[in-house]
């Protein structure tokens, strides 16, 4: 098993139909380089329906996508510029789906007036990833045979420090 190494992907696009499952086969991409089969699926879902309601709602259809995986959390952030897009009315359908398949959900403005609706996915008990990488276990195939000196007695240490045979 490999390590929790943090991982950050970001993906610039111009939301249309067609691109939309585009941008999903490439997230699914990474979260399968990243070792993150199991987010795959949730991932998708989430990224396509914000997606899809951006380019419905949306005029400015920049938007910028972004992952972080810190050995734990996968949280995929969806971030457009366009400042009359009103999430809490024009997403409300979205963000309920959201909110019910995701760990964590949020939507927030910047500064320059742009919305990121973010989601985050944890990942579950048998699937989480050790910050410290595991001691190997010794393994017998890769013993050494060596010789011994007293050929078939065992000796064993006296209490005055000298060696004498074990009967």
């Known amino acids: 098993m490999k390590t929790a190494v943090p991982c950050y992907y970001h993906l610039d696009v111009e939301v249309s139909p067609e ?3 585009q941008v999903s086969r490439i997230l699914a991409a990474h979260l399968r380089y990243w070792d993150l089969d199991n987010l795959v699926e949730p991932v998708r879902r989430g990224t396509e329906l914000l997606l899809r309601a951006i ?3 949306a005029t400015d259809k920049h938007t910028s996508i972004e992952m972080w995986w810190n050995g734990q959390h996968l949280i995929t952030a969806i971030g457009g510029d366009d400042r009359e897009l009103r999430p809490d009315q024009d ?3 979205c963000l309920a789906h959201i909110a019910a398949m995701s760990d964590g959900w949020g939507c927030c403005a910047t500064d320059t007036g742009s ?3 973010w989601f985050s996915q944890r990942a579950r008990a048998g699937q989480r990833v050790p910050l410290v990488p595991k001691a190997p276990a010794p393994n017998l195939s890769e013993g050494l045979n060596v010789p011994r000196e007293v050929p078939v007695t065992v ?3 006296s ?4 060696l004498e045979e074990a009967r």
């Open 115 to 117: 919305k990121i609706i």
């Open 91 to 93: 997403l409300r359908a």
């Open 19 to 21: 691109r939309v499952g």
């Open 159 to 162: 209490t005055d420090g000298t």
């Open 55 to 57: 380019d419905e709602h």
């Open 155 to 157: 000796l064993a240490a």
